[in-house]
């Protein structure tokens, strides 16, 4: 069946930092991919999708690439904030939908001055 | 913008109690969905469902059921709920299957099963 493996959180970082959260999948065919976000007290949130092989995602500075060759849609993001701390969850979809994700376990991101 | 209201934020219930959990979207989408969120294993799909009267089962169905009668509600109903029940549980909709229509998720009910 499908799965999403996630880096192991939490990753803490200090302001204007480089981020990168690991995500690697197995899938049959060719999945959707998401990296969804949820802030302190909050519901998780699109943040960036890719739906085929070498397809960017990006907004609001993150990006991940949809790298078939090694299965994988690492999120990144040049410089991050303080307020860009959160829990991310990569997930997978089967190919041509949005929904019925599969979810990683999640990485929680501590940003600090 | 889109509104997923789940009924309550914390809900504390014994053992073998019948517990509802209610959940309302304002977008007449057509797909809502339940999972439960627990520390260090993710999300995990409860039941979905893709229309009125209709349901399907996620990948941990097991000691739960669902009921949408109308379009915007969808209810997760736990029979006689369990100590392993104690979880955050989040509901989302969305508009149609398509890529350009992803997950809108509530803001989660913390259920407490003593």
């Known amino acids: 069946g499908n799965s999403v493996t996630q880096m192991e959180g939490p990753v803490t970082l200090s302001e204007e930092a480089f981020l990168t959260i690991n995500c690697t999948y197995t899938a049959t065919g060719y999945p959707s991919l998401f990296w969804y976000v949820q802030y302190p007290g909050e519901g998780l949130q699109l943040l960036l999708k890719?739906?085929?092989?070498?397809d960017k995602g990006s907004n609001k500075g993150f990006e991940a690439t949809y790298r078939k060759e090694t299965t994988s849609f690492h999120l990144e993001k040049g410089s991050v904030q303080v307020s860009d701390s959160a829990v991310y969850f990569c997930?997978?979809?089967?190919?041509?939908?949005?929904?019925?994700?599969?979810f990683g376990t999640g990485t929680r991101l501590q940003v600090t001055l | 913008d889109v509104k997923v209201t789940q009924s309550s934020r914390y809900l504390v219930k014994r053992t073998g109690e019948k517990v509802f959990l209610e959940c309302v979207q304002d977008m007449d989408h057509e797909n809502m969905f339940w999972y439960r969120q627990d520390p260090g294993l993710g999300l995990r799909l409860i039941y979905f469902s893709y229309d009125v009267k209709m349901k399907e089962k996620g990948d941990i169905p097991e000691g739960y059921s669902v009921s949408r009668e109308k379009k915007e509600r969808f209810s997760l109903i736990l029979e006689s709920a369990s100590t392993n029940q104690t979880s955050m549980y989040l509901c989302a909709s969305s508009r149609d299957t398509g890529t350009n229509s992803p997950l809108h998720f509530g803001n989660g009910t913390r259920l407490t099963v003593t």
């Open positions: 890719a739906t085929k092989a070498d």
């Open positions: 997930a997978l979809s089967e190919p041509g939908t949005a929904s019925k994700l599969t």
